[in-house]
């Protein structure tokens, strides 16, 4: 169960992250990695010359209409976070795609992931008028089931097209949530 002081914020501009938030997702996501987390990094171990300029081109991109970062707060305290992107060309402009997503490794297990899928899931859909949520996944890691439990479904696999390792192919897991026509949950 989240804490009581579990709150969300959203970034919509570069400006709306300060260089505090700048480190504090940056160390999430180094931490993220580092611990085998399918962030966006598959080759650990990583440290900030390579999370940082990742970040920055992230934060280069916001924009209310097509790309926003939620932030998963615990007072002050950043303990995840995920990109929210969708692309305005009129044939696919009615979904988004989720991700990095993840959550600070000392804080698993209490329910921010889900809080912040679901916080996610409402942005896209009250605020972003979003239909379609995608997302691809590594498999091997769980990520299927977590998703799953949360109304995702699989919709496909690209067989063994991450190569984490000598060896060690993996399937990238394709996965899809419907919010609803015009951005309303569907009945």
């Not at 700048?22 to 180094?30: F, G, K, P, S, T």
């Not at 080759?43 to 390579?50: G, K, L, N, S, T």
């Not at 280069?60 to 790309?67: E, K």
């Not at 998963?72 to 997503?101: E, K, P, Q």
């Amino acid at each position: 169960m989240p804490s009581d002081s579990l709150s969300f914020a959203q970034a919509t501009t570069p400006h709306d992250i300060d260089p505090d938030r700048r480190q504090a997702l940056i160390d999430c996501w180094i931490d993220v990695s580092n611990a085998g987390g399918a962030a966006g990094f598959p080759f650990p171990p990583i440290d900030e010359r390579d999370a940082a300029p990742a970040l920055d081109a992230i934060l280069d991109n916001l924009s209310p209409r097509t790309c926003r970062l939620l932030l998963a707060l615990d007072g002050d305290d950043l303990v995840g976070w995920l990109a929210l992107r969708r692309d305005l060309f009129a044939l696919i402009s009615h979904w988004g795609t989720l991700h990095h997503v993840q959550t600070r490794t000392d804080r698993r297990g209490q329910g921010i992931g889900i809080a912040l899928m679901e916080k996610a899931q409402a942005v896209a859909r009250d605020e972003m008028e979003l239909e379609q949520l995608h997302l691809a996944a590594r498999a091997g890691v769980g990520l299927e089931t977590f998703y799953g439990r949360l109304g995702w479904k699989e919709i496909g696999r690209r067989p063994g097209a991450l190569r984490l390792g000598p060896g060690d192919d993996r399937d990238e897991v394709l996965m899809f949530l419907e919010l609803g026509a015009g951005g309303r949950a569907r009945s």
